[in-house]
């Protein structure tokens, strides 16, 4: 039974921040390459972050650049996303999900994925 969960999110302010964690059980998340994808109502899914195995390489949306940092932790088998600064339009339900290494463009090749965790920026 493989399980990918996220926690982390809420309701916060703009220019408020959130830590997003995403934590993987039944196997080793050391394997993978991780991405954070967000989704919202009338739009379609977007990546918004993906970091590699070994920290080797990582990805960002133009959008988030500077304001969101991904990192991982494999001892605990976990991603965290640190989401500065954040926006009314970074509101959605992010995702993690795992690929094999590398990270790639399309969410078609990632294998795993959690629940989501919603997070909704407002005033």
């Known amino acids: 039974q493989l399980q990918f969960v996220e926690s982390g999110g809420g309701l916060v302010q703009p220019g408020g921040s959130l830590r997003l964690s995403c934590t993987a059980s039944g196997f080793a998340s050391d394997y993978y390459a991780i991405g954070w994808f967000r989704q919202t109502p009338g739009k379609e899914r977007e990546g918004v972050s993906c970091i590699s195995s070994r920290n080797e390489s990582s990805y960002y949306l133009d959008s988030v650049k500077g304001r969101f940092t991904i990192s991982r932790d494999d001892a605990k088998n976990t991603v965290y996303l640190q989401m500065n600064s954040l926006k009314p339009e970074d509101t959605a339900i992010y995702f993690c999900?795992?690929?094999?290494?590398?990270?790639?463009?399309?969410?078609?090749?990632?294998?795993?994925w959690g629940q989501g965790t919603q997070v909704t920026v407002s005033s």
């Open positions: 999900a795992a690929a094999g290494y590398v990270c790639y463009e399309g969410d078609w090749q990632y294998d795993y």
